[in-house]
């Protein structure tokens, strides 16, 4: 099993940046691909981010490229989701998940196999 718990969410204005954590234990945290999702009410829960294991490849869905950066660091069982230039839409629950089987970069939620609690990004116009 794999525990995952994020932390980092809260209120911000439009323009405003947030880092987001989600700190893993349970399994050897190199060997999971990490991903990041979010969920607005009454919507699906949707692909934001992902990165491998080793950190050298990362994928993001093209609504957030250029703004949100995704990285880990190995050494601290953490994966981190570096938002910048926010916008209103993207308040959400964000959630981080892992997996550690072979999945696309693009992959959607059922390809992943544990998940964090989520926390809560509010951007206000």
């Known amino acids: 099993q794999v525990q995952l718990v994020e932390s980092g969410g809260g209120l911000v204005q439009a323009g405003g940046s947030l880092r987001l954590s989600c700190a893993a234990s349970?399994?050897?945290?190199?060997?999971?691909?990490m991903g990041w999702f979010r969920q607005a009410p009454g919507k699906q829960r949707e692909f934001v981010a992902a990165?491998?294991?080793?950190?050298?490849?990362?994928y993001y869905t093209d609504s957030v490229k250029g703004r949100f950066t995704i990285s880990r660091d190995n050494a601290k069982n953490t994966v981190y989701l570096q938002m910048n230039s926010l916008k209103p839409e993207d308040t959400a629950v964000y959630y981080c998940?892992?997996?550690?089987?072979?999945?696309?970069?693009?992959?959607?939620?059922?390809?992943?196999?544990?998940w964090g609690q989520g926390t809560q990004v509010t951007v206000s116009s």
């Open positions: 998940a892992a997996t550690e089987r072979i999945i696309s970069p693009g992959a959607g939620p059922n390809a992943y196999d544990y």
């Open positions: 990165i491998s294991w080793s950190g050298s490849n990362t």
């Open positions: 349970g399994r050897t945290f190199s060997s999971l691909r």
